[in-house]
């Protein structure tokens, strides 16, 4: 699976999402639910790590992780950043042989 392709993926299923529910979906609503969905992350982990209420789960945690991609790439589409290339400009940079 590529970015390009799973990014394409999410927006079709953020598409359906928004139609079923009536959302209207700028660029600040894919914001705030990124930080909505790394909340519920932050929180699982929480459970997990035992410094919160309730039995924390594994497979819980990485919905929560997959959240916060799936919206993250919802948010880049709306705000017309294109994730490969920033990712090879920001990280991948480090990883090629020094001139």
Not at 31 to 52: D, F, I, N, V
């Amino acid at each position: 699976m590529d970015l390009k392709s799973l990014q394409a993926d999410v927006l079709r299923i953020s598409d359906i999402y928004a139609a079923n529910y009536g959302i209207d979906r700028d660029r600040d609503w894919a914001l705030l639910k990124l930080q909505e969905e790394l909340g519920e992350l932050t929180a699982e982990h929480l459970r997990l790590s035992g410094r919160a209420r309730g039995a924390g789960d594994a497979d819980a945690l990485g919905d929560e992780a997959a959240d916060v991609l799936g919206m993250l790439l919802i948010y880049c589409a709306s705000a017309g950043i294109d994730l490969e290339t920033a990712m090879r400009r920001k990280w991948l940079k480090w990883l090629e042989p020094a001139a």
